[in-house]
């Protein structure tokens, strides 16, 4: 204000309730944490049904625990009963 005699007053936003806000959507190169990918598979393992490793790979289609949820799915089938 005293830049400007008192003739303008800067404009102060609120204040942001989140640790981390995002003012632009990710680029389409940010990588999950393998922490969060491992997490989300160790979940998946508890349910431990074709369907939740379904759900997963729609999430996490490619990686190390794309292809353990995939070899898992292909056993589970083979041990459905028909």
Request: negative net charge; proline residues 9%; without cysteine.
């Amino acid at each position: 204000m005293r830049a400007t005699g008192n003739q303008e007053e800067p404009f102060v936003y609120g204040v942001v309730d989140a640790e981390d806000t995002a003012l632009v959507p990710p680029s389409a190169t940010a990588q999950e944490k393998p922490q969060d990918i491992k997490g989300d598979f160790e979940l998946i393992e508890k349910i431990g049904t074709p369907m939740a490793y379904s759900v997963f790979l729609k999430v996490h289609p490619t990686g190390e625990y794309a292809d353990r949820a995939r070899a898992k799915i292909k056993e589970l089938s083979k041990d459905a009963p028909r």
